[in-house]
């Protein structure tokens, strides 16, 4: 599977994955001492049951390997996963950061409306918004020229790095199962997300709900609550 | 991959997997901004350096479902393993359990050595071994049938079953990647284990080293201490 | 604070704890960069928005510290509780396992009605109730019998207890903090689970109640539903 | 407590804990059947002893809530530590960030020598240092004002703060145990580790030592190796 591209320059990759609908219905009727090797009806029902009850182990005996590239800002969201979630990432003390950061489309650009808890947004004024996107390009250029200019001057990486905006791209690999995707998918793919973090997290339910389908439509029929 | 045969009618069987030594290279190189697609002499290096530096993470990014089937004794050892590892076990609440039970093999019927810390086991003399594994068939079977009469009468499985002996076999999946594989089998492969969860331990070591022959020579290298 | 009696000769004993509401508050203030030292009605609000809201981490700033004695198939489902759960348990390698193991009351003698996914239990006549808690002592009696004689004998104690009944009683610590307390309530302390689970987890629930109250009463009023 | 300053305006400060070396020493007897009121010789010789051994289940029952203030280049390595680590942090979605940057000390300026895996740091010539610190505060100055600026445009505060550095500071809430604190202060008080997470895992560490001794001199004394 070919990546899917984000946020201009940026992208959700599956690796590699170990995961079906059918390693769930087995996890499960091992409760049975039962094992099938294809889907039937009643294993749909079965996933559906176990997503409505809340019973989570049954999703866990699969893996998904994601290679990405988003926004630092977006990496340290990502990263407040814990349970189920294992990473490694792109080490700015180690290597020199490429001069690639976040710039919102025009169409992103954004203003903040309501109040805590209750945030919408709404896009600005497509004249302010260019003004925006520009001046976002402008002080994130010039913190990537001082860093090189700190670097050329012999300052230690992990020093000079300190001056790069959290808009600056990342990489990294992040390891899960289904039962902590859609953890991730259920508070990151909704409203109330940030923009940037949503469209990773959609590219990732995407490539979930290619691999396993029944257990994906069982999550949203569940309201979007991860069992 | 077939099962490998443990404690006398047990079983220890890779289910699935999605494991190799490249996986550990990748995920570290991620760091570097690196990916390669065939071990070199000095990607085994690496393994080797992550290893001995204890950076842990990236073992993390593969992972291996197995089918376990072993007495509850060992099953509750096994289960006190929590980061990263995730099971489904057979439910004696909905499922009748079945007339299975431990017997030691005469060879392994023991006396317990020394003081707590620094106890040693030594075979009991062959006759007296013969008389310990009968009395334990036939405790474990009066139990079983005891058990099969109060299901008879109607009395709920949930509870019935709490007569069963802690030998009573059990069966579960048990999903994990290489750096909970290794703290499991650093600790339960080892001498200050309880036979029977080393000979379980021992299979799954065995499994480990043929999908990950580098990163487990260098478990093995570095004193068998999981990174 | 003294402990709770349960399942004739078991109990849950809190230890020690590092818990209040506030902490709660606190917590998710940092988000906004305040703090304060007295819970007001805006404060409740709070904690009943982030619990309604499945904003979980606010609620792991805390810890409770059990002491608890219950028979070991409830110790088992209690370890299956993996994220924000520490366990220490009395080891049946290193001690000798004292005489003591769960007989039912006769009123929660049951049979099971129904099918899988919704039984019911129903009490089994008085009679016939009687007769299974005598069955259950004389078999769980005579294995303890069995035991002292394999200890006697000088087989080791971490073999010769494998004949001991899944009801016989275990001791452990049990460290955990508001969020994971409240998941174990959930699934536990719910009308689905095994009756002498239940009164574990309703003693666990007592306790939590005493000492964070709000916390407690938005857990009930947000249906139960661990954040 | 109060605080430990660190880092011209960052601190590590404990808000609570729930933590002796005695709750380690009854944690390991439960294994026994024991429980002791107060620290013995031989006490002091099993917390010795399971750490040694890496037997880090009885270092798990007690609990340390931090309050921290460091830049958020240094708080992302911190919550890299997932296993018995609660965070929550202040937000620069919900809430505007003060202008607060690191600028190293001019004895902090650094330049790095070696290769990757064995890399040392050596300080930067006075005139020089003196130079990249006033560098650093120019570039991080101005991505504040430029920050200030978007938001007075109305841009969302979410959407401004992605040209922040990594260098600004923020705050949070961590809650941990002796033996996650340990893995923490193994990696982090390190000579492999960067100087500004290092004093933030010295302070860590101090409290650590004040409130658990004996443990911690437990820890030192078996090579800081984590149970």
Redesign the interface.
């Known amino acids: 599977m070919t990546g899917i591209d984000i946020l201009n320059g940026g992208f959700v990759r599956l690796?590699?994955?170990?995961a079906d609908d059918l390693?769930v219905v087995?996890?499960?009727r091992?409760?049975?001492?039962k094992k099938t090797d294809h889907l039937t009806d009643a294993d749909r029902g079965l996933i559906n049951?176990l997503m409505r009850?809340?019973h989570g182990?049954?999703f866990?005996?699969?893996?998904f390997?994601f290679?990405v590239k988003v926004?630092?800002?977006v990496a340290?969201e990502w990263?407040?996963h814990?349970?189920g979630?294992?990473?490694?990432?792109?080490?700015?003390?180690?290597?020199e950061m490429?001069e690639h950061y976040?710039i919102?489309d025009f169409g992103?650009?954004?203003?903040?409306v309501g109040k805590?808890?209750s945030y919408t947004?709404e896009p600005?004024p497509i004249a302010?918004a260019m003004?925006?996107s520009e001046?976002?390009d402008m002080?994130?250029g010039?913190?990537f020229r001082?860093y090189n200019?700190?670097l050329a001057?012999?300052?230690?990486?992990?020093?000079a790095?300190?001056?790069?905006?959290?808009?600056a791209y990342t990489?990294?690999?992040a390891?899960c199962?289904a039962r902590s995707l859609m953890h991730f998918v259920?508070?990151r793919n909704d409203t109330?997300a940030?923009y940037e973090i949503r469209v990773a997290a959609e590219a990732v339910e995407n490539i979930f709900g290619t691999i396993m389908p029944v257990t994906h439509a069982a999550f949203i029929e569940n309201g979007r609550v991860a069992p």
């Open positions: 690796d590699d994955h170990m390693s087995n996890s499960a091992v409760s049975f001492g049951f009850e809340h182990t049954p866990e005996h699969n893996s390997r290679h926004p630092i800002f340290r990263f407040r814990r349970a979630w294992s990473y490694n990432e792109y080490s700015g003390r180690y290597s490429p976040y919102p992103n650009v954004r203003t903040q805590p808890g947004f600005i302010e003004d925006v001046t976002i002080i994130n010039h913190a001082t200019y700190l001057k012999g300052v230690a990486k992990e020093l790095r300190t001056i790069l905006p959290v808009g990489e990294f690999y390891t199962n259920a508070l109330n940030q």
